[in-house]
C-alpha cells in the first residue's frame, strides 16, 4: 500500500481517464469490475486528503493516465494535470 494526496485537479483528471478506460473496456466485453470499484473509491474521497492505494490500482492508474495524455498529446492538447498526477504515482 502508498499513500497519495488527491489534489481537486488530480482527482478529476484520475476520474476521467479511468471513465474512459471503463468504457472502453465494457464495450470490449471485458471485466470493468475492479476499474467500477477504483472509480467510486475516489469518486468518494475528500480532496486533499491522502488515501491508500495497492500496487494494482496504482499500476491502472498510471496505465490510464498514460492513455488519456498520449491521447492529447496526438491532439496537440495541454496535458499539464495529466502530467501532475502521474509525477504523483511514480
Keep these: 500500500m502508498r499513500k497519495i494526496k488527491l489534489t481537486r485537479a488530480n482527482k478529476s483528471i484520475l476520474l476521467k481517464a479511468l471513465a474512459l478506460y471503463y468504457y472502453r473496456e465494457r464495450t470490449l466485453g ?20 491522502r488515501v491508500a492505494f495497492s500496487t494494482e490500482e496504482i499500476r ?29 504515482l511514480y
Design 30 to 49: 471485458h471485466s470493468t469490475q475492479e476499474v467500477g470499484k477504483l472509480i467510486l473509491k475516489i469518486d468518494s474521497l475528500p480532496a486533499d486528503k
Design 60 to 88: 491502472l492508474m498510471r496505465t490510464t493516465i498514460n492513455q488519456l495524455r498520449n491521447g492529447r498529446l496526438a491532439k496537440g492538447q495541454y496535458t499539464d494535470a495529466a502530467d501532475d498526477m502521474l509525477l504523483k
